[in-house]
């Protein structure tokens, strides 16, 4: 029986083996759309013998904001609970007197003024809060979000923005003066209650809630929490004008449509133009500067702290 030859190992240089490429799905397909970044590569597994890792698991963090109008919508009950919760604290501390007088008095708007500001106080709470728990729990928290860490340059953005608003609010509320037909300028004002508490102990709650408060916990909910979500499925020109739309509503105070058409007239514009800041510079510490000066100014002129100067 004859045996076959052994193998004899082969001469000349080595040939190159083709590796096939890797399966298309595995690998990250490129996206043009900013809003949704292609997936991470798979990775990996460790080659055999390789040290354990270490450590705790990095926790997974989406790359952008995945809330949406739906979390905008159960902020509103979730502030105006606190609210509430504002009203029975200033009630307890207060007193019934002053609601019992506003009683008698059938004028419902005459709310004492314990009670109004630790309503103004826990509805703020609430309203700033509610963004930093959407943001932590379906973004990447407040800092990436919306960088709402002040820096030098935010301190000369916001006092340009403020007085850009103060001038549109200004010019916006004479047009529409004169297109309603309004004469009774206090029809349109919103700022009763600090002159109101003057000469009070709650004049500093009420103009810190007017100052401090309302541009922070604002700008985190409108042009934070709302105007992404709206940018989100949008774009950035409709998310600034229905955020300055929503942003306005919440500042009716009186019952004269006309006076109310003056008073949305400013704000909105207003709304407009923190709105558009807050995309041009991708963060919103800008407008918190520019919304608390605009609120310093109007509480100053409604407290007649500028009198002296013939303003």
């Known amino acids: 029986m004859n045996t076959p030859p052994p193998l004899e190992p082969p001469t000349g240089p080595p ?21 949704n970044p292609p997936m991470p590569p798979f990775q990996q597994a460790p080659p055999p013998g390789a040290p354990a890792p270490t450590g705790r698991p990095a926790r997974y963090r989406p790359q952008r ?32 007197d002053g609601l019992l007088d506003m009683a008698d008095s059938g004028d419902m708007s005459a709310l004492p003024l314990g009670i109004l500001a630790f309503s103004l106080l826990f509805q703020q709470l609430g309203q700033g809060l509610w963004p930093i728990i959407v943001s932590r729990w379906k973004g990447l928290g407040p800092a990436a979000d919306w960088r709402i860490a002040a820096k030098p340059r935010d301190l000369g953005i916001g006092v340009g923005i403020a007085a850009l608003g103060l001038v549109g609010a200004g010019v916006a509320g004479i047009v529409t003066t004169r297109l309603v037909g309004l004469t009774d300028e206090a029809a349109a004002d919103n700022t009763q209650f600090l002159r109101e508490a003057s000469g009070t102990p709650w ?46 509503l919440p500042h009716f105070t009186s019952p004269d449509l006309r006076g109310t058409a003056v008073l949305f ?3 909105f514009v207003v709304g407009l ?14 407008a918190i500067v520019a919304h608390m000066i605009f609120n310093g100014v109007g509480a100053a002129a409604a407290l007649g702290w500028f009198d002296q100067f013939g303003v």
């Open 265 to 267: 007239s400013s704000i």
């Open 203 to 248: 004049l500093a709650a009420i103009l810190f809630a007017a100052v401090i408060g309302a541009p922070i916990t604002e700008e985190l909910f409108f042009r934070g929490l709302t105007l992404r979500a709206v940018e989100k499925r949008l774009g950035s020109t409709w998310a600034v004008v229905l955020s300055a739309v929503i942003f306005t």
């Open 15 to 35: 040939t190159s083996v083709a590796v096939p490429a890797p399966p298309p799905w595995s690998q990250p397909s490129p996206s043009s759309d900013p809003t």
């Open 273 to 286: 133009i923190l709105g558009a800041i807050t995309v041009k510079t991708e963060r919103i510490a800008a």
């Open 65 to 96: 904001p995945w809330w949406g109008f739906g979390d905008v919508l159960l902020g509103v009950p979730f502030f105006l609970a606190l609210s509430i919760v504002g009203f029975v604290v200033g009630l307890a501390l207060t007193g019934v």
